[in-house]
């Protein structure tokens, strides 16, 4: 699995926050309401920041518990109330039902576009029967304004970079959106489906640079005949950004499976 910072995590955690859906939280805490006490596994956690947004939206007592191969990122963890939290480190593509035992409802966050199909299929196995909701999925399209003709050329490669096969991992990309709907299906549940997209304007400077080098970084990474072009592209983009006139839609999915 790639690994992430915990600056990165810290620099998008307000845009994850303002994109997720509260439509479908709304929609499982009927479900919730009356447990003595919540049981929630965050698969791949890093430091807790979908806790830290969704535990004040759901009812009563909450006991959290965190998944993630990075126990750097784990030592970090905190969800930021009085709930009890759980530690648990370890590769989540392995993950079992016997795992999730006595989950009163199964969350991730910006994960699934990590997996192959074989693990969709493993974790959705895993999943199947609990509440589950998947956030912040990437689906690959992106829109910038201004407008520029290499945008499309730029967004085309950068999403062959998330299709890559890696260690022998062909890993999903903006595909595993429709690879875990269908895996669910096989198990018989249906999946609602909201748009979460960020939208990164004026006061989102940082997280826009940030996020275009890793961008453009991948899409030459993929295509190196794009490294000449992009090098006035990407200056010119930066600069815009840092002077508060790019404006970036980066368009993801919420998923909830199980909830109603």
């Known amino acids: 699995m790639s690994s992430v910072t915990p600056e990165w995590l810290a620099l998008r955690e307000p845009a994850d926050a303002a994109a997720r859906s509260v439509e479908l939280v709304e929609r499982l805490r009927a479900r919730l309401v009356g447990s003595p006490e919540l049981v929630i596994h965050d698969l791949g956690a890093g430091t807790g920041s979908m806790g830290r947004w969704l ?13 993630d191969r990075d126990g750097d990122l784990l030592e970090r963890a905190e969800i930021g109330r009085s709930d009890t939290v759980h530690i648990r480190q370890c590769d989540i593509t392995r993950l079992t039902r016997g795992d999730l035992d006595g989950a009163d409802l199964v969350t ?14 493993r974790v959705v196995a895993a999943c199947a029967g609990f509440p589950t909701l998947f956030t912040i999925s990437v689906t690959g399209r992106i829109e910038l304004d201004p407008p520029d003709p290499l945008d499309a050329a730029i967004t085309e490669a950068f999403n062959a970079h998330q299709r890559r096969t890696t260690g022998g991992r062909a890993l999903l990309g903006p595909d595993a959106v429709e690879a875990t709907i269908t895996a669910f299906g096989r198990h018989g549940i249906e999946v609602l489906v909201r748009p979460s997209p960020w939208r990164l304007g004026s006061g989102h400077a940082a997280l826009t640079a940030e996020w275009f080098r890793g961008w453009l970084g991948a899409a030459c990474e993929q295509e190196p005949g794009l490294i000449g072009p992009a090098q006035e592209y990407g200056r010119r983009r930066l600069a815009e950004a840092a002077a508060g006139q790019l404006g970036v839609v980066v368009h993801h999915d919420d998923l909830l499976a199980g909830g109603e």
């Open 108 to 121: 991730a966050s910006a994960l699934l576009d990590m997996f192959t199909a074989d693990e969709v299929e």
């Open 55 to 67: 535990a004040p939206l759901l009812p009563g007592p909450q006991h959290w518990v965190l998944y």
